[in-house]
């Protein structure tokens, strides 16, 4: 039987009287990227900082390769590295002092220490700096060092706390590319509350809201939860709205300008289809025709209002 | 256990980064120097004047006519300075967000305090380095040194030490502000020499508080004795305040 590598099972989590997740349940079985959304406060970080044994749950089970986190914390971390929102970094040593120390503490064979920082300070492009105290080193650069001690130890599970917050346009393409990199041997769960990040780079979404989860699926899913209720037409040659309004199907016409409209529907089918038909007939012209799907923002709207 | 060498080794690396390791040090140095110096002088003055100079030993490291000896000042001045050695030891982690590289580790919360305490105990290893120096001249020096007595009181400060640096360790992982830390410690060390004078006049309540206070437990070791209670003593309150 194959194990998930992430398996959560009615997880709570109470800061004193108020519960920041509530019964949240999940299965992560293979790799990719996972995305964590949610709004600030929703409970993503306290999901994490429980997958990765740094906050014990209230109630529930979290299981790392079929390990459970409460009942065997050290064998489960074993498989995990983490990156939290704030990189935990010492900022007296210097890169590879830093690094050999974290592989230290993932109890890394001493013979090995010294290829494995290596090749993450390469990997990371960070091979440069690797003299250079970590407190000397610019936001986005440190930021490169977290994900690399995250990663030192090769392990299954990868965990990245908005691991692109606070960093300028270019370190953040440059960051998701080191992390598409990442995940094509292991999975790798990011949380963050950046809609174009997860579409940027997640396979699949996990949204938490108020501490429950709403939503959870492939992004293509995502995109499509709200069903489609316009179509986008343009009409080289096109006539009037009321003409087309009066197209089987059809509900509503709204000009968007030039040749463009935007079409309510009662039926998607029915409306496409006779729309294709009578612009055949009638040598509208067509230049397109497509579905109008709800932007993301629009999706992460709808779904944080759902309890 | 290599685990925990290793979290010292880099602790202790780190706390040489900061100068304030360094500069308590160095003011442990001169204090100790100055105040071993004296004694010294005096003690060859005496020698000088009267031909011998008496019970040397004890009047460099214990008492005697010159008033308090080198144990028993270092005694009482050390808590002055593990606070602020001890103040960052957690609570830097705490602020800095780096406790969780250390939380996301495997390795239990005992090893990491282990290590944090192990490293504390390599510094009193240096401290009592310095402290030996002036043993080793006394030593070379003095005739018929008693190094039994002078030992025993050795190991009574450094025991002290390391009691210390436990209390300030723990109050450290209490708060993420140094500071607060520092001056908890503080207040700790003054609760726990000052409950030695409480509700003496009940019997029950007298032989509590003078096994709680820690004022003056060093002195049987630096007295020469090596009392089975003094030596439970210590090492009982490095586990309460690791616990």
């Known amino acids: ?78 498989f995990i590295g983490f990156l939290p929102q704030k990189p935990p970094l010492y900022n007296d040593l210097t890169v590879e002092e830093y690094l050999s120390y974290t592989a230290e503490l993932r109890h890394m064979p001493d013979n090995e220490i010294a290829a494995a920082v290596g090749e993450v300070l390469e990997l990371c492009a960070i091979s440069h700096f690797r003299k250079r105290l970590v407190k000397n ?38 960051i998701r ?30 949204m938490i ?33 009321d003409v087309l309004s009066q197209v089987e199907g059809i509900t509503q016409v709204e000009e968007l300008g030039g040749p463009n409209f935007r079409i309510h529907f009662t039926d998607v089918d029915l409306a496409m289809d006779r729309l294709v038909e009578q612009s055949a007939v009638n040598h509208w012209k067509m230049v397109e025709i497509r579905l109008e799907k709800s932007s993301l923002d629009t999706i992460f709207a709808e779904l944080s209002k759902k309890k | 256990m290599k685990v925990i ?43 000088n004047e009267y031909g011998h100079a008496w019970r040397a030993s004890k009047t460099l490291f214990a008492f005697g006519d010159q008033g308090e000896g080198l144990w028993i000042q270092v005694q009482s001045f050390l808590y002055f300075y593990i606070p602020l050695l001890t103040m960052g030891m957690v609570s830097k982690d705490l ?46 020096t003095v005739e018929n040194f008693e190094e039994a007595w002078i030992l025993t009181g050795f190991l009574g400060v450094f025991l002290q030490t390391c009691t210390y640096m436990v209390i300030g360790i723990f109050m450290s992982s209490l708060t993420s502000y140094q500071i607060i830390a520092a001056v908890g410690t503080f207040l700790i060390f003054m609760l726990m020499s000052m409950v030695g004078g409480m509700g003496q006049q009940y019997d029950l309540v007298r032989d509590i508080t003078y096994w709680l206070c820690i004022n003056g437990r060093s002195s049987t070791f630096i007295q020469g004795m090596l009392c089975s209670e003094d030596l439970i003593y210590f090492p009982v309150v490095i586990a309460m305040f690791w616990h």
């Open chain 1, 1 to 78: 039987m194959n194990k998930s590598i992430v398996k959560v099972e009615h997880l709570s989590h109470r800061y004193s009287v108020q519960w920041a997740v509530s019964d949240i349940s999940f299965e992560i079985p293979c790799k990719g990227i996972y995305g964590l959304l949610g709004s600030n406060g929703a409970g993503k970080s306290t999901v994490m900082n429980i997958l990765c044994g740094v906050l014990k749950q209230t109630q529930g089970n979290a299981f790392i390769n079929g390990i459970n986190t409460k009942e065997n914390t050290i064998e489960a971390k074993k």
């Open chain 1, 137 to 174: 080193l610019s936001g986005g650069y440190q930021q490169r060092v977290g994900i690399a001690q995250a990663i030192i130890h090769k392990p299954q599970l990868v965990v990245f706390d908005e691991p692109t917050n606070g960093l300028d346009p270019n370190q953040i393409i440059e």
């Open chain 1, 177 to 206: 590319e080191l992390i598409r990199g990442i995940a094509k041997e292991r999975t790798v769960i990011l949380s963050t509350h950046i809609l174009s990040e997860v579409q940027a780079i997640c396979d699949h979404i996990l």
């Open chain 1, 209 to 241: 809201e108020q501490g429950k989860l709403v939503f959870s699926g492939t992004v293509e899913e995502f995109d499509n939860y709200i069903v489609p209720n316009t179509i986008y037409v343009s009409l080289a040659d096109a006539p009037s709205v």
């Open chain 2, 5 to 47: 060498y290793k979290i010292a080794k880099r602790e202790l690396q780190m706390l040489f980064y900061s100068p304030i390791a360094w500069l308590l040090l160095l003011c442990f140095a001169i204090q100790t120097g100055i105040i071993f110096s004296e004694l010294f002088g005096s003690l060859v003055r005496d020698a």
């Open chain 2, 95 to 140: 602020s800095s967000g780096s406790i969780k590289l250390l939380y996301s580790s495997p390795i239990s919360s005992l090893q990491i305090i282990l290590g944090k305490y192990l490293c504390m105990v390599f510094y009193a290893l240096i401290l009592m380095a310095i402290l030996s120096i002036y043993l080793i001249i006394a030593w070379c």
